[in-house]
């Protein structure tokens, strides 16, 4: 197939591409940035628009294209409400209605399960309707919505599916990892509560594959919402740990009450929002929820319909994790 993948010099993004062009498809890609990736043709450009010129533009990409795997988005735990808006809504709208008119026959949209997370714990649920009404903070209700609009775009000649990987970590991850050990480097990352809530996450390339999956799939499949993880729900506590240890930092030894985290966070998050930064804040409502209630999930389905499992397991990866920060600078 020809496959464009939009957001592809994003971490979870160039994994995607790289594994659709190792598989022998040939790949385009589309963001603002290159991609890095040898052997796909990058177009930059922005999904807020459909022609930044004419041959660098949304139109321009999807063109000629069979397929579309759409993850550009806004991702961050706070920023302006319109930009999330344009970016994550907006901009969806506007690859499904380029890809339609370009005769594309397949779209995969990469969501998240925040999209069907109100801040209680999450045990063993499969896939849960995305609600923009119950969803946490301006980055899961927008993506709620765009899941919604992508899977009302489903037709006949355009199979759409909707896939939300969780969590998603690995070697050179800034968004999740980094984070967490430059925390921990510093002593500023506490244990939420008792730290034991059960919680899922994904590796990378299980992750990209999965969403490889999605795409061969979508024509059997269309019209559905998968929920991607390892499948290997662990203790918060174990999880950063694993982290920490693989970056040979110290684990978390401090604990704060997952109560006064939420309310810290949400006075953080009217903080930002009064004064905005460009930085992000080292705690809101969203995150506390994340990691202090147990978010696991029911995988039977996912890998049954997309005839897919995960190759590699939480421990393989906290080793390919060591074995990059030995070498890392």
């Known amino acids: 197939m020809r496959v464009l993948v939009t957001g592809a010099s994003g971490f979870l993004g160039r994994a995607v ?69 344009a970016v994550n809504v907006g901009g969806t709208g506007a690859v499904l209605q380029a890809s339609k008119d370009a005769g594309v026959s397949r779209f995969v949209y990469v969501s998240s399960p925040s999209v069907a997370h109100s801040g209680n714990s999450i045990m063993g649920s499969d896939a849960l309707p995305a609600s923009p009404e119950h969803a946490r903070g301006d980055y899961a209700r927008t993506k709620a919505r765009a899941e919604l609009l992508a899977l009302a775009a489903d037709a006949p000649g355009f199979s759409v599916v909707a896939v939300r990987p969780h969590l998603v970590w690995g070697p050179g991850d800034t968004q999740l990892v980094d984070r967490i050990v430059e925390r921990a480097r510093s002593g500023r990352l506490p244990l939420l509560g008792h ?79 009064r004064r905005p930064r460009v930085d992000e804040p080292p705690m809101t409502r969203f995150l506390a929820e994340q990691l202090s209630t147990a978010h696991w999930f029911d995988q039977r389905r996912t890998r049954a319909d997309l005839d897919w499992t995960p190759a590699v397991s939480l421990d393989e990866g906290f080793e390919r994790l060591a074995a990059y920060y030995r070498t890392a600078p």
């Open 195 to 273: 730290g034991a809530a059960l919680i899922d996450t994904t590796y990378v390339a299980n992750a990209a594959s999965a969403i490889h999956a999605a795409l061969d799939a979508a024509k059997r499949v269309h019209g559905r919402s998968y929920v991607i993880t390892n499948g290997e729900p662990r203790p918060v506590a174990e999880l950063l740990a694993g982290i920490c240890g693989a970056a040979n930092v110290a684990a978390p030894a401090w604990r704060v009450p997952a109560s006064a985290a939420r309310a810290a966070g949400s006075l953080i998050e009217a903080v930002w929002r």
């Open 17 to 85: 591409a790289a594994g659709i062009s190792a598989a022998g498809h040939e790949v385009r890609t589309f963001q603002r940035r290159p991609s890095g990736l040898p052997g796909v043709e990058d177009v930059h450009g922005s999904i807020t628009t459909l022609a930044d010129t004419p041959y660098a533009g949304l139109a321009y990409a999807v063109s000629g294209m069979d397929a579309v795997v759409h993850l550009a988005a806004k991702v961050s735990l706070t920023g302006d409400p319109a930009e999330f808006e």
